[in-house]
């Protein structure tokens, strides 16, 4: 196939992990940050840093009684996701657009689609980008080859189409069916939308048999059902699905904590920790702590870990890289010896179709309302109950087979090969 020019920005994981499952596709094997690449103009890394620390400083001030809650309302506003069910139209452009046609007017995005052009050598690569800013520039600016937009939430708001969604050239791969219904709502051509799959790395998944996700399925089942519940009742279709199990499990069982990039719920790691002292010691629990390329969320676990005495703990594991290309690789390494997965619903809920039971942290905006939503009725995960309890409640859940279901229900009714999907649609389209 030809290879495609990946766009990301580096704001936050969510658009990077999805840009970097699909780095095999990528010209020269590199992923090109929209808002941070070689040579960008200092005004357009003004308004993209502006940005950042704006949504970042509001993730934050959340925490503040009263005026957190009202300040973060009024931002949350404007990327709330609609009803589904209304008759009104939604194809008039948003408050998004309004304030980021007017910036392309004034060039913002104009230098990275000149050099994206002179890139291709008049070859017309296509563009596949992970956040909908730098398609509408490319769209803006006449890009002369195809564009493409990968969705990374369960439900989108109007934000994602296009000011003249009816005319636009850009295509999409939609992660859920109610992306694709959503994106027609918006006045996109049903021609110009196809339903992949979100892009999980296949990596932790192998090829069209997804033999890597199976083998590590089958040891999370034995690690999630240790009294055997769920197997006495479903032995069946694990059997069909992945084959026999092993005996036993060779490793303890392991709880991966992922907070967000901003570090917001960063507290509720220590709490776990604490709670799992004495299975961590005794060998039969390890609980790795994702600070992602953070380097002060990885001094804050260092630090409370050592000053409430469990940093002599062998079975916690802090994973913190400098960058998130050695971040992206490592935590899907340890993924493969997971069994849940802590964390906000973010573009991680979509990592339930790897066979991870997701235990949902308190959310942050409304899209992660929407993925938590999507995540409970799909039966991929379960809610974070009083923190101070998870001791009880999570062994609960892991006793009675619970979690050992949810795996499963997230592999059975999960869609695992997004990225061979894209691969398949950018050779026809583009090849």
Known sequence: MKKAFILSIDMGYGHQRTAHALK???????????????????????????SQAFYEFVSRFKKVPILGNLMFSIFDATQAVGEFYTDKNLTGSSFTQKGMYPL???GWGKDLIEKLSEAGRGKKIPIVSTFFTPAFMAEHFDYSGNVFCVV???????SWAPMEPETTKIRYFAPTERVYDRLKMYGVPEKNIFLTGYPLPLENVGGENMEILKSDLKTRIVNLDPNKIYRRKYGVVVEKNLGSLPVKSDRPLTIVFAVGGAGAQKEYGIEIVRAFAKEIKDKKMKIVLVAGTRKEIKWYFEKELSLQGLDALKGVEVLYEPTFEEYYDKFNKVLRRADILWTKPSELSFYAALGLPIVIAPTIGSHENINKQWI???????????????????????????????????FVDGNQLGVLKIKEILTECCG
């Open 24 to 50: 095999s596709l990528a010209m020269r094997n590199k992923i090109i940050n929209a808002n941070s690449y070689t040579g960008i103009p200092e005004t357009d890394r003004s308004f993209w840093d502006n």
């Open 104 to 106: 392309f007017v004034r």
């Open 152 to 158: 990374c939430d369960t439900d989108i708001s109007r």
């Open 376 to 410: 409970l009725e799909s039966g991929f995960g379960i809610e974070q109950k009083n923190i101070k309890f998870v001791r009880k409640w999570l062994m609960n859940e892991i006793n009675e087979g619970n979690l050992a279901k949810i795996a499963m229900q997230g």
